[in-house]
């Protein structure tokens, strides 16, 4: 395996060059989402796929966040996406869903709970809150055709 340091948004490789894309955790922590998902569909040959995960909120969580991030208390993450949100926008990039897995909020506000019973004081904040995130997982195909 080799490494190659790029911005995501302008990746230094051949239009229709692979046939997988991964990216894992990343969408919510760049300066254009678009621009990653556009980038990734033109590094992709037609029909090559793209493994998507973000971190995903309800309302109230992405409300949350979005206040804790004004407020400095909790900054890096310029994007904050709901599920809904997410598969609009791979569709809109020219991406075919395959499969779609989002866990449980329900799961992440227990587990969160868990952590916070350890020590974990940002986990605490985010059980007491309900600002709890779920990891939500896309498979997708690239479209021969821009949408």
């Known amino acids: 395996m080799e490494y190659i340091e790029a911005k995501g948004e302008k990746l230094p490789f051949s239009d229709r060059e692979f046939d997988l894309v991964i990216t ?3 969408l919510d922590h760049t300066e254009s ?5 556009s980038e990734a569909r033109r590094v992709l040959t037609s029909g090559g ?3 998507l995960r973000v971190n995903v909120y309800h309302f109230w969580g992405r409300f949350i966040r ?3 991030e ?3 208390i909790d900054k890096g993450h310029p994007f904050t996406f709901s599920s809904k949100k997410l598969t609009t926008m791979a569709e809109n990039h020219g991406f075919h869903i395959l499969s779609s897995n989002r866990a449980s909020f ?3 506000w227990k587990k969160d709970w868990s952590r916070a019973f350890a020590g974990n004081r940002k986990a605490l904040i985010q059980a007491l809150f309900c600002v709890s995130r779920a990891h939500h997982e896309l498979l997708l195909r690239r479209l021969p055709y821009q949408v």
């Open 49 to 51: 796929i793209m493994y």
């Open 24 to 26: 894992d955790n990343v």
């Open 66 to 68: 979005m206040m804790m």
């Open 33 to 37: 989402p678009g621009k990653i998902l």
């Open 70 to 72: 004004l407020t400095v």
């Open 106 to 108: 329900f799961a992440s």
